[in-house]
């Protein structure tokens, strides 16, 4: 975020761009917290998955929407099977 949103923002300043927080659980688990007025956590889970293929590694993904049903803030639990 802190390289890719600041030319993002040069190019078009008025962008929504999400946000990801993240939590380490343990060493095979993580939180992944996406926030974006888009609406695009089936995107962000789509990249998830991604990046567990291109390393070779199976993911459980599971996820929570934590906003009430509108999917600006969803949680996603990530887990190395």
């Known amino acids: 975020d802190s390289y890719i949103h600041i030319e993002v ?3 078009y300043p008025d962008a929504e761009l999400p ?3 993240s939590e380490v659980v343990s060493p095979n688990e993580i939180y992944l917290t996406y926030h974006s007025p888009r609406r695009m956590a089936a995107f962000a889970h789509g990249l998830i ?3 567990g293929k291109h390393f070779g590694r199976a ?3 599971q996820q929570e929407d ?14 190395a099977t």
């Open 9 to 11: 923002r040069k190019l």
């Open 19 to 21: 946000r990801f927080d």
């Open 49 to 51: 998955a991604g990046c």
């Open 59 to 61: 993911l459980d993904i």
């Open 66 to 79: 934590l906003s009430g049903g509108t999917g600006q803030d969803v949680r996603f639990r990530v887990r």
